[in-house]
């Protein structure tokens, strides 16, 4: 059925929850359709946490039929009546996500918690034999990953977290592109994500302070680190096919005195192996950079701007043959000369088997990982992000966290590779 299902929902509200997932000029394709699933092939999904990111999946699995929410739980009981407009069917709604995890008919749970309640909804989920997709950062200390890592490592469940930019056309053109040997050797990756903002949520209520904007609280967050620059170090680990060894970092609040416990502002270096340096840098003082990562290496350094384009520049004066007019034979990518200068666009390749539902990349690797999470419960599809990437990552933001709080230097122990 090509564009109907309530027309998407109200496909022209896209844009009132389309900030955690970059969605603004995000338009339906005219040649997508909508598959229809009987429902007793769908599978029944409970999603506990319905805040801004919570609406934001709702939104994305309205392009997933394989998936039918049955259930919603949140603290906060306003957030229910916002959140059922986006579910075609009737919802239970709970605000105990005990309660939810009773119903036998529930298959799959969605967490998009706080950070700091990650682990006990995780680990009761795994209790009630749920398969889990689980946002991003894993849970709030070292010894939950850890934990979470050796029971999931026992389950025969699926277990997905969700770093939805390694699915990214352009990550996959540059990854492609690395492999290939046209950067030649990886020396250094910096990774900035910046903002302008008091990354504060507008409140009902002052009371909900510390409950909305718990990211501003140490009891509840690991702000800028746990929270963007977990995507950057999850995507750098699988370009370099490594965790890091050794941290450092610095950080503060130094910009917005507003209460907050959080850093406003993070630099923090990690040691990789065979010598390559990572940076990470955030600030909310000074939007510039933006969202985007550098990378060198001795033939040819990448720039990606926020996941929406990217352009690699050859090393030296002396271009080699295959720069010369366009390279289309890199896996998966291609590039083009985009001036005069050596600077050449990376164009990510076509994926023939797969018809995106929107025009807006960002969306659609959202819709991709709610659509594998479902193909490999079925057993369809292997599962793109498992637990290991997750973990792994995970590990990186309370070690940086760490080297920051407490200004030391911090070292990956053999005991974190479980």
Known sequence: MARTRRDFIKLSSLSATAIGLGLVACNSKENFKLAEVPD??????????????????????EFVPEIKVEALCDTLEFQMDTAKQYIANEVKTFTDFKALL???????????????????????????????????TLAYNIDQCKEIKKRGDQSNKVFQVSYQYQLHPVFNAIKNIINEGYCGTITRIDCYWDRHSNWRRKLPDQSLE????????????????????????????????????????????DYWKDGRETFDNVNVLFDYPNGVKVGFYSQL????????????????????????????????????????????????????????????????AKNEHI?????????????????????????EEDLLLGLKDGYQSAISVHLANDAIRNEKIVKWLPEYDI
């Open 40 to 61: 007793s092939e769908r599978i029944k999904v409970g999603l506990i946490g319905i805040g801004n990111r919570g609406k934001s999946i709702l939104k994305a699995l």
């Open 210 to 253: 510390r409950q909305m904007n718990w990211r501003m609280y140490k009891e509840y967050s690991g702000g800028l680190v746990a929270e963007l620059g977990s995507h950057l170090l999850n995507m750098v680990d699988n370009l370099l096919g490594a965790h890091p060894t050794k941290i450092v970092g610095t950080g503060g609040i």
């Open 285 to 348: 003082s000074n939007s510039y950079e933006g969202y985007q990562m550098k990378i060198y290496g001795d033939k040819a350094t990448i720039i990606c701007h926020g996941m929406n384009s990217a352009e690699i520049i050859p090393e030296g004066k002396k271009v080699d043959e295959k720069w010369k007019d366009s390279v289309d034979s890199v896996t998966g990518a291609s590039i083009k000369i985009l001036d005069n200068d050596k600077k050449r666009k990376i164009y990510p």
């Open 102 to 136: 009773t119903l036998q008919n529930i298959e799959a749970v969605i967490i998009a918690t706080p950070l700091h309640e990650h682990f006990r909804i995780v680990m009761a989920s795994f209790e009630a034999d749920k398969h889990i997709l689980c946002e991003k």
């Open 355 to 379: 018809v995106y539902p929107t025009d807006n990349d960002n969306f659609n690797v959202t819709w991709r990982l709610y659509k594998n999470f479902v193909a490999a419960i079925k057993g």
